[in-house]
């Protein structure tokens, strides 16, 4: 059975701009999504900045009402029952608010167990089970003000947990988080699945999703653009290969025309220190390191190396493309 | 639901105690008003005329922490970021917000506390109560009631954003109207009509003859009844924001 499923799903929002003259404006944020999740599965959802994952995830935990289409969870409409959904869901949203800040993270856990109707007698068990899991053991009689962004956004793991619900929504669960803690933070979602509940979790960090994700679809302005396991969507642009060029002050101009050299498919710039890394997807069967550097005006280069492409790699083909 | 009620209740009233302004306003408040009070009042005279006085005062100031601490409450959620956990959660938002308003209400009741106590020591109020008993049990009852008039604000605020600009100056008219600040019998004929849907008119009374002697179940049948309606409305209300707020997408905005 499907546990998440989404059905041709639209949002538009209306905004207004402009004080004196006003003006409204619609901006479509999610035009016509289709996916399924079956029980078990941790899927990702990947995009840029405004794509529309944070909009989705809102109207499949019952936060925002669809513009058309249909969302069901475990078989039950999202607007029509949306009570039923929300006891059974849970849900983490990445940052540092929604907690309240004057009281403990004790305090904090045991009101919102009393919100998801937590067993009165489990809660004292459930919040202590959870506190170990997510790493704040111990620190659970400070008041959240003085927590660090990493403790709360665990903080806020351990709150979505609380009622043990089947079905789990992340959205950028480990961002601000320590290179170690968001290790361990993934070893906790990867328990999750591993249990048996449902994930879907969406990240900037490829390697996590390649990690973590048994299935995956990337949407870029409100649509999906590609849909499969990580291994398919590497297959995508697995073909081709990627030059990494260092540069020392490369030109926004020559970036452009590599853009336009014959069989390039995706560049993309990484600030590094006082360098930039080039990344050039290429088309398969070519040998374009000549071409690539002489278009680079003769700024100097360091290291040049050809590799394998990555997960990330066909991300950012499919997101350039789109 | 009772254990959910009395759980956000102690929640709120922990998170709100937490806060130095809250806390500063209703301590400092109720001396200030206490003060304007008796200064107001004849000072000849030492008798019921200050406990008059003085119960008034302390009622101002449940008002006072009802209308800020529950005409913003929905605000504050949005703009710590709890509003949208509290609406996703399975119980309804009513049960959520409704122990908000009766904690800030009762954080209120603090200062019926202090202007007695000032008023006695500053002022040497007689704390001498005709009806102890039923004064113990106006003063909560009366609490409840002014909680529930909250949680009509605080839905109307949310609902028509306007509104909220007049929060400011609810707060003196309010104290007018309901008869907290001179005997009612002294306002224009207009004024009654008002007076008579506002819960605290009739708290009012039945503190006040609780304490002084007279008819005290008159305003307590009136604050139930009352509270009785704040709650269809209010509930009605909040049910109609957080139809609104999912369709319109307001539930994040800050
Ligand atoms: N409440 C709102 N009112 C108006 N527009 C909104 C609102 N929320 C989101 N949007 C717009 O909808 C679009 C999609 O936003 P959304 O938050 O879903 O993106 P996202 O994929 O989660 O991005 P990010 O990776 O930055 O979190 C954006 O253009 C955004 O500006
Ligand atoms: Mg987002």
């Avoid at chain 2, 039945?206 to 008819?215: I, M, Q, S, T």
């Amino acid at each position: 059975m499907n546990v998440v499923e989404a059905v041709d799903l639209r949002r538009t929002y209306k905004t207004t701009t402009g004080t004196i003259r006003r003006r409204s404006l619609e901006v479509e944020a999610v035009r016509g999504i289709s996916f399924a999740i079956a029980e078990g599965e941790l899927f990702g959802l990947l995009g840029p900045n405004g794509a529309g994952k944070t909009t989705t995830i809102k109207m499949l935990i019952t936060l925002l009402i669809p513009t058309s289409g249909e969302a069901r969870v475990l078989g039950h409409d999202v607007v029509e029952d949306a009570r039923w959904v929300r006891e059974r869901i849970g849900y983490v949203f990445g940052g540092d608010r929604g907690l309240y800040e004057r009281l403990s993270a004790m305090d904090n856990l045991r009101y919102f167990a009393e919100l998801y109707g937590v067993e009165p007698k489990g809660q004292r068990a459930r919040i202590d089970e959870l506190l170990e899991l997510v790493g704040l053991k111990g620190r659970e009689k400070e008041r959240v003000e003085g927590y660090s962004r990493g403790m709360r956004q665990r903080l806020h793991i351990a709150r979505g947990l609380l009622h043990d619900p089947p079905v789990v929504f992340l959205d950028e669960p480990t961002i601000g988080v320590d290179p170690v803690g968001a290790r361990e933070l993934r070893a906790t979602i990867a328990s999750l699945t591993a249990s048996g509940k449902t994930v879907l979790l969406t990240t900037h960090y490829m390697f996590e999703a390649d990690a973590l994700c048994d299935r995956i679809a990337v949407i870029a302005n409100g649509e999906i653009v590609a849909q499969g396991t990580p291994q398919e969507l590497k297959a995508g642009v697995a073909d081709g290969s990627v030059v990494e060029v260092e540069v020392f002050g490369v030109e926004e101009r020559s970036v452009e025309r590599l853009r336009q050299l014959a069989g390039v498919r995706a560049v993309t710039v990484e600030d590094q220190e006082q360098k930039q890394l080039l990344i050039v997807q290429t088309a398969p069967g070519l040998e374009l390191t000549h071409a690539i550097l002489s278009q680079l005006d003769g700024a100097s280069v360091g290291r040049v190396s050809s590799r394998e492409p990555t997960l990330e790699d066909a991300y950012v083909a499919l997101v350039t493309a789109a | 639901m009772l254990r959910v009620f009395w759980i956000g209740w102690l929640f709120n009233l922990k998170n709100l105690t937490n806060s130095l302004f809250f806390v500063l306003i209703s301590v400092l408040q109720p001396v200030i008003f206490a003060s304007i009070a008796f200064f107001m009042f004849d000072r000849g005279d030492r008798g019921g005329g200050l406990l008059y006085a003085a119960l008034g005062a302390g009622l101002m100031g449940i008002w006072s922490s009802t209308l800020f601490g529950s005409g913003g409450a929905i605000q504050w959620m949005r703009w710590q970021g709890t509003l949208e956990i509290a609406v996703a959660a399975p119980v309804r938002f009513l049960w959520i917000l409704l122990p908000l308003t009766i904690s800030t209400a009762t954080i209120g009741l603090y200062s019926i506390v202090a202007t007695l106590f000032w008023g006695r020591v500053f002022f040497g109020v007689p704390l001498s109560f005709v009806h102890p008993a039923l004064f113990a049990l106006a003063l909560p009852v009366t609490v409840v009631s002014l909680g529930l008039l909250g949680l009509v604000l605080a839905s109307t605020f949310v609902l028509y954003r306007q509104a909220s600009a007049f929060s400011n100056l609810l707060e003196y008219p309010v104290w007018l109207a309901t008869g907290l600040l001179v005997p009612l019998s002294l306002l224009p004929g207009w004024v009654e009509w008002l007076s008579w849907v506002l819960a605290p008119t009739w708290g009012m009374e039945a503190v006040r003859n609780a304490a002084l002697g007279g008819e005290v179940w008159e305003g307590l049948g009136m604050c139930v009844l009352l509270g009785a309606v704040y709650l269809v409305l209010g509930s009605f209300f909040m049910h109609n924001f957080e139809r609104r707020a999912r369709q319109q997408a307001t539930l994040s905005l800050t």
